[in-house]
């Protein structure tokens, strides 16, 4: 088995009940908790509390995306949650100077994380945004090389981006990898996916896995099962 269990389930319910729930059920079987959006939003700082005292370290996906000084004083807000979130994220479309007045605000006492370019978009989408979608893989590595420089810990990109990332960036670079899917899985809105075992190979640090779990008739048994695939 790898050494830290590099799953990291995603919450993703308005429900503090479901989700601490679901904490209680998978957490011998992950490494990691994320909380995003949905959650937060509908539940605040005792949702939180309530999913962190399950004793699994917290992801808190909110990925910021202001000014500078903005995102700097919202994590410094996120920072006074107890205990505090292991990873948060921003998004490195924000810029250097954002990423590294957030780096710069939050020091060491969380892993400060970039969004590259979102699972969910495929090359016909990023198009119809502007960018030049025969270049994603270009973009993202941009994008990957830019949150470096200012300071950042790693970044969440797709498991089809992990080798240019790997082969251009030093290793101890994050990459924390969405858009994960067993075979027989659905890919729901999930557009550039890899298998659990494909995203480890291709070099990822962590898989973020929601619905394959979250979604599953035992969550426990199907988080357990991703596992074993991985040993
Ligand atoms: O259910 P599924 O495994 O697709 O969930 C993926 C999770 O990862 C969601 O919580 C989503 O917000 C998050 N995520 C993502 N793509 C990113 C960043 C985060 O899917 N680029």
């Known amino acids: 088995m790898t050494k830290i269990n590099p799953i ?3 919450l993703d319910t308005p429900e503090v009940g479901k989700a601490v729930a679901l904490a209680h059920a998978v957490k011998p079987h992950v490494g990691m908790m994320k909380i995003g959006m949905e959650f937060f939003y509908a539940n605040g700082v005792a949702g939180y509390e309530a999913v962190a005292c399950e004793g699994v370290p917290i992801f808190l996906d909110l990925k910021l995306h202001d000014i500078p000084t903005t995102v700097a004083q919202g994590l410094l807000s996120l920072l006074k949650l107890s205990p505090a979130p292991a990873i948060m994220n921003v998004h490195c479309s924000g810029g250097f100077d954002m990423m ?3 780096k ?3 020091g060491d006492r969380v892993k400060l994380i970039g969004v590259t370019i979102l699972t969910s978009l495929s090359n016909e ?3 119809t945004t502007g960018f030049d979608a025969r270049k994603t893989d270009e973009h993202t590595l941009n994008l990957a090389r830019l949150a470096l420089e200012a300071g950042l ?3 969440v990109c797709s498991p ?3 080798a240019s ?3 251009s960036l030093p290793r101890k670079f994050l990459t924390i990898v969405p858009g994960i ?3 027989d899985a659905s890919s729901h809105d999930q557009k550039r996916i890899a298998t659990p075992r494909a995203a480890m190979a291709a070099g990822a640090n962590f898989l973020v896995i929601g619905r394959a779990i979250t979604s599953a008739p035992d969550p426990a048994a199907a988080a357990a099962a991703i596992l074993e695939s991985l040993q």
């Open 125 to 127: 989408n990023i198009w």
């Open 104 to 106: 710069d605000a939050v």
């Open 153 to 155: 810990d790693g970044v």
């Open 100 to 102: 590294k007045a957030a």
């Open 160 to 162: 089809l981006d992990l």
């Open 165 to 167: 990332i790997r082969t």
């Open 8 to 10: 990291c389930v995603a």
């Open 181 to 183: 899917r067993p075979t």
